[in-house]
C-alpha cells in the first residue's frame, strides 16, 4: 500500500480502542531546540543558552520548548502510522487539525533526548457534513525516563474526498 493509500485508510477505516502504533525515536538536539526558537521568536534561556541553563536553570541542562514537543506529533503520528501526507486530496481526503481536549506536559525533555509517540483511536464521529471527527490519544515517550514528556487528547478533522 502506498503512503497516500495508508493516509486515506486513517480518515474512514480507524477503529475507536484501537492502537495506530508506535513511532521511531527523534532525537531532541540543541540546533532543533534553536530552530523552534528561531521560528517562534521565543529565546527563553532556559531553552537556548546552555551556559545559562546550566547555571541558573531549573534542570541543569537546556530542555526542549513544550510546544516544540507538541509540534512533533505531526511527523510522530505519521511514521507511527506508517503513512504520509496525501498529495491527492481529491482522491485521498485530508486532515485538518481540530484542536486538543486535553493536552498536559508532564516531563521536561532535556537536550539530547531521544522521543517516540504513541497513538490510539479514542473515538470516530461522522459529523453534519460527512466529515470524521477523530479523537486521538497521544502520548510522547522519553527514551530511559519513567515519566512520559507529554499525554493528551488529540482531534482532527478528516475531509473525505469531494467533501
Known amino acids: 500500500m502506498t503512503a497516500t493509500a495508508d493516509a486515506a485508510k486513517l480518515g474512514d477505516e480507524l477503529v475507536p480502542g484501537e492502537e495506530i502504533g508506535v513511532s521511531g525515536w527523534v532525537t531532541i ?9 528561531r521560528a517562534t521568536l521565543d529565546a527563553d534561556p532556559m531553552h537556548v543558552d546552555p551556559v545559562w541553563a546550566k547555571e541558573k536553570g531549573p534542570f541543569g541542562q537546556t530542555v526542549s520548548f513544550g510546544f516544540l514537543t507538541m509540534s512533533l506529533l505531526t511527523h510522530l503520528m505519521h511514521d507511527a502510522a506508517r503513512s504520509g501526507w496525501s ?66 487528547e488529540w482531534l482532527s478533522v478528516w475531509v473525505p474526498p469531494g467533501g
Open 29 to 37: 538536539d540543541q540546533p532543533l531546540i534553536d530552530l523552534f526558537s
Open 87 to 152: 498529495v491527492e486530496p481529491d482522491v485521498h481526503g485530508y486532515y485538518l487539525n481540530y484542536g486538543f481536549d486535553r493536552m498536559r506536559l508532564i516531563a521536561p525533555v532535556p537536550v539530547g533526548s531521544r522521543v517516540r509517540g504513541r497513538f490510539r483511536t479514542l473515538s470516530r464521529i461522522l459529523d453534519e457534513k460527512q466529515r470524521h471527527i477523530v479523537k486521538f490519544g497521544v502520548e510522547i515517550e522519553i527514551d530511559g525516563h519513567d515519566r512520559l514528556a507529554l499525554a493528551g
